[in-house]
């Protein structure tokens, strides 16, 4: 019987109750933190031909950029936190949002360039999918991507996926990897801290126990157990004739 997936183990955005937990809190998603590492594209946008071809001289490119970046201006996040910038130098990146960079070398640029903008994109934006149905990485085609748009980007969970202990593991500025559990049944989530991924989430999902049989449903399982049983009484006969003719002759 614990084999059984009923409804309950399988609905997204359930009411919450006693059986699935409520998330009180609504959460507002914060903006990506960069880390060392990380591949930054940026783009210095001007009227001035030769301060364009300056400063955006392709850098470096590494096989671990996203094909749309390909072949422009990349930018490795160092061990100390910095990027090595044309004319400024080392810029202190780490720990900021990729709008608080933008802003940091708009300044910079201005004792160089009189009028600018300036274009910061995160280039290694993916996630990682470990489920029963195998592991794969993707890549985030949005800022704020869902955890349902990130498991319908790899196909949705199985029938048998524990959807009751979801977990995510998230790289910290800090270095250290924050491990978030919740239940995704929950209709709650949409208001938690868990609803927005992040680049570099690891989302693993594992089997619920108790699935030895793979029951799809209650009616499943009494066909099983009946069978089962019925099995049983027929062995259990033929054990009795057995013993019968045994014992007549």
């Not at 955890?147 to 199985?158: N, P, T």
């Amino acid at each position: 019987m614990p084999s059984c997936v009923t409804p309950r183990k399988t609905r997204y955005l359930q009411e919450p109750d006693k059986y699935v937990p409520a998330y009180p809190e609504y959460h507002t998603p914060a903006d990506y933190q960069i880390m060392k590492s990380d591949e930054l594209n940026i783009r210095v946008i001007t009227l001035d031909p030769e301060s364009s071809k300056i400063f955006n001289a392709s850098s470096s490119t590494t096989n671990t950029l996203s094909s749309a970046y390909k072949g422009l201006d990349t930018y490795t996040v160092y061990e100390d936190g910095t990027i090595d910038f044309p004319y400024l130098g080392a810029i202190e990146v780490s720990g900021k949002t990729t709008r608080e960079i933008k802003k940091d070398i708009e300044s910079k640029l201005r004792d160089y360039v009189k009028d600018c903008s300036v274009e910061v994109r995160l280039v290694n934006s993916y996630f990682n999918l470990l489920t029963e149905n195998g592991a794969s990485r993707h890549e985030l085609t949005k800022e704020k991507m869902t955890i349902f748009e990130a498991l319908a980007v790899g196909g949705d969970l199985s029938t048998y996926a524990d959807r009751k202990h979801v977990k995510v593991l998230r790289q910290m500025p800090s270095g250290e990897t924050e491990i978030k559990e919740f239940d995704i049944r929950s209709q709650d989530i949409l208001g938690s801290e868990y609803y927005y991924i992040q680049p570099n989430d690891i989302i693993y999902v594992k089997a619920f126990k108790g699935q030895f049989f793979r029951v799809n449903s209650f009616l499943t399982a009494i066909g099983i157990t009946s069978t089962t049983i019925s099995f049983g009484l027929l062995v259990w006969s033929i054990v009795n004739l057995c013993k019968g003719l045994a014992g007549g002759q």
